[in-house]
């Protein structure tokens, strides 16, 4: 701190979007009821709200094979029909909270594998949210990552692109831009949801502001990392997940802090972190 005040600067767009909210209200409206109650994997990457619904008696299964009964809560990203399938046998109750973006995500995949076309998902192989549309595409899509990845990709005669919901929108124009040289023949279906754009628009245009950003979220939240991973090339920046890993020697000669969070971020964690970056100084000024 530098002795006099430190402002703290909040992002115009932060924390829950639409489908978050929906997959919580959806789970909340199970708990309570009779019967094992799980949703299939965490209903989103954060590890507090994870928390939160097992205390309320609606913990987090692996698979399938965990559950023999009861209800079953479809995670915000969403999963491939064969667990639909799977689910039906076993006579479950589905709830199905995935998150309505990536559902487009999803039947976009599979219009465009039912149209003849050869499907790319530009996305995180590893998450959850693209192996459920690759699943959807008919298991026969190519997923994309880097520039590098799309570079070797062979040509293509129909080709059709899907994104993850939450990548990068700067990354995935970079891509296809690569991969409209693969075809003379590309159909390109947009996924990024209008909430990432804004959330990832905003932390970009605060970092620019402000000496440090704090982004706030799950470490396994892909979107948080994005913003995090954006921030970082304007200004220093710290991924959090709580107030409690906040370092003073952070805010040495520091004037203004900004402050952003994930889709996944629950409002209580950031008006934590909030607070206590005020209460490092009574003199700051909020704005």
């Given amino acids: 701190m530098n002795g006099d005040h430190m402002d703290i600067m909040l992002a115009e767009y932060q924390g829950?979007?639409?489908g978050v909210k929906r997959a919580i209200k959806l789970a909340r409206e199970q708990a309570g009821r009779d019967g094992f109650i799980a949703t299939l994997g965490p209903i989103i990457?954060?590890?507090q709200i994870v928390k939160q619904l097992a205390d309320e008696g609606i913990i987090s299964i692996d698979s399938l094979d965990d559950i023999t009964h009861g209800t079953i809560?479809?995670?915000?990203?969403?999963?491939?029909?064969?667990?639909y399938q799977a689910a039906e046998a076993k006579g479950l109750n589905i709830v199905d909270a995935t998150c309505p973006h990536v559902k487009k995500a999803q039947m976009s995949?599979?219009?465009?594998?039912?149209?003849g076309y050869s499907v790319v998902i530009i996305g995180e192989r590893k998450h959850p949210e693209v192996k459920s549309i690759f699943e959807w595409s008919g298991q026969d899509a190519v997923v994309i990552e880097t520039l590098e990845q799309a570079?070797?990709?062979?040509p293509i005669k129909r080709l059709g692109i899907?994104?993850?919901t939450t990548f990068s929108r700067v990354k995935f124009k970079q891509l296809v831009d690569v991969l409209l040289?693969?075809?003379n023949e590309v159909k390109v279906l947009r996924t990024i949801c209008t909430a990432t754009e804004q959330r990832q628009t905003a932390a970009e245009e605060l970092a620019a502001k402000v000496d440090v950003m704090l982004v706030i979220g799950g470490k396994n939240s892909a979107n948080t990392t994005r913003l995090a991973e954006l921030c970082a090339q304007r200004c220093p920046t710290h991924h959090i997940e709580t107030a409690d890993e906040l370092d003073d020697?952070?805010?040495y000669n520091i004037e203004k802090i900004g402050v952003t969070a994930g889709a996944s971020t629950p409002d209580w964690l950031i008006r934590e972190v909030y607070k206590k970056c005020k209460n490092m100084n009574k003199t700051c000024k909020v704005c």
């Fill in 181 to 183: 040289d693969k075809s």
């Fill in 73 to 83: 809560i479809i995670r915000s990203h969403g999963v491939g029909p064969s667990i």
């Fill in 16 to 18: 829950f979007c639409y």
């Fill in 162 to 164: 899907v994104a993850q």
């Fill in 45 to 47: 990457h954060n590890p």
């Fill in 249 to 251: 020697d952070w805010f």
């Fill in 109 to 115: 995949a599979k219009a465009l594998t039912d149209e």
């Fill in 151 to 154: 570079a070797q990709l062979q």
